[in-house]
């Protein structure tokens, strides 16, 4: 059964520095992987999707990072500003178009 | 707008009832997907539709839920005889095509008294 990790719970950081944030799966037959940002009583944003033929994917400030064979990914988040403040999951599709998601990571960005 | 819109946003009713929520997708969205986020936990897949067909329907986690699509659009999601552990956020999503990236709705936020 696929199981998706993600470490650490929560984070908090000062405005400014670099963070990553780390996810892992148990099994890795994976159709794809995202990241998506989760604000207080909203529904999910994607920030970025790895197809499982690719490594990594960027958009802006944030990086993707995708290592099938050892079931991580990572999320880079530079130069983090207190609008990154948010709840970050990831999530794995599965050859059977089921997503398992996992518990996410809090993060808060201080000014 | 045009993003996923999903109604009611809050629901409050008694233990027993039947409830109803709706979804309406990105048009053009052919995929569609329901997802129930319980109070500390993470997000767990209900269900998926391809148009008007739900391949997989082995998520919903009781009989007593159902969900449907028609026209390739709009989603209902059913719960009957609602119980107390129903309570939670029933999130929607939609995406081009299976595969391609969801796109969520706001949620409703459903508590059974």
């Known amino acids: 059964k696929q199981e998706v990790t993600q470490i650490p719970a929560a984070l908090s950081v000062p405005e400014g520095e670099n963070l990553v944030l780390n996810c892992s799966f148990t099994?890795?037959?994976?159709?794809?992987l995202q990241w998506f940002r989760q604000d207080p009583g909203k529904g999910l944003t994607s920030l970025l999707l790895?197809?499982?033929?690719?490594r990594e994917q960027t958009s802006g400030r944030l990086n993707a990072s995708l290592d099938k064979s050892s079931g991580r990914s990572t999320l880079y988040i530079a130069a983090s500003q207190p609008g990154d403040s948010a709840t970050y999951l990831c999530?794995?599709?599965?050859?059977?178009?089921?997503?398992?998601f996992g518990a996410g990571t809090r993060l808060t960005v201080k000014p | 707008g045009a993003g996923v819109s999903q109604s009611p946003s809050n629901k409050v009713t008694e233990k027993g009832k039947d409830v109803e929520l709706r979804c309406d997708p990105i048009s053009g969205h052919t995929a569609l997907y329901w997802y129930r986020q319980s109070l500390g936990q993470g997000l767990e897949f209900l269900i998926y539709?391809?148009?008007?067909?739900?391949?997989?329907k082995s998520g919903l986690p009781s009989d007593r839920f159902s969900a449907e699509r028609t026209g390739g659009s709009v989603s209902t999601l059913t719960i009957q005889r609602t119980q107390q552990e129903d309570s939670a956020v029933y999130l929607c999503?939609?995406?081009?095509?299976?595969?391609?990236?969801?796109?969520f709705g706001d949620g409703t936020r459903l508590s059974i008294l």
């Open positions: 099994d890795s037959a994976i159709y794809n």
């Open positions: 790895i197809q499982s033929s690719q």
């Open positions: 999503a939609s995406s081009v095509n299976q595969g391609k990236p969801q796109h």
């Open positions: 999530a794995v599709r599965l050859n059977n178009n089921d997503m398992r």
């Open positions: 539709f391809q148009g008007n067909s739900a391949p997989d």
